[in-house]
């Protein structure tokens, strides 16, 4: 329970970093959010509570896998931020434009060969 919690705490510490930094330089601020710090956080625990290498090749292959339907909400947000949408309705935009890619994604890839 006590790793839970520090974990928990850890990720939280990351989020909070990233949102103070962004006050002072947003693009700085953007290098922290974008290195796949969360992810190798997550393969690191992983490993840790199940130790199988086909395990993390899966995880990991996922993980870039679903990284791509991501990364549209980052160029669709500012174009409707520079625009005049207000900021909740162009996150939602951009997260719901994220969920469709994702349903895209898990549907196209297996015609692929991409195991997700």
Not at 36 to 61: F, K, T
Not at 73 to 93: A, K, N, V, Y
Not at 99 to 116: E, H, R
Request: with cysteine.
């Amino acid at each position: 329970m006590i790793a839970l919690i520090a974990r928990a705490l850890l990720c939280g510490a990351l989020i909070v970093a990233i949102s103070e930094i962004g006050k002072r330089q947003p693009t700085v601020a953007a290098l922290v959010a974008s290195l796949p710090l969360v992810s190798v956080l997550g393969m690191i625990l992983l490993w840790y509570g199940r130790p199988d290498a086909e395990n993390m090749a899966q995880h990991s292959a996922a993980t870039f896998w679903y990284v791509l339907p991501s990364l549209p909400m980052f160029l669709l947000m500012p174009l409707l931020l520079r625009h005049g949408t207000s900021f909740w309705i162009s996150l939602l935009l951009g997260c719901g434009l994220t969920m469709l890619l994702y349903l895209l994604m898990t549907l196209i890839a297996p015609s692929f060969g991409v195991k997700l």
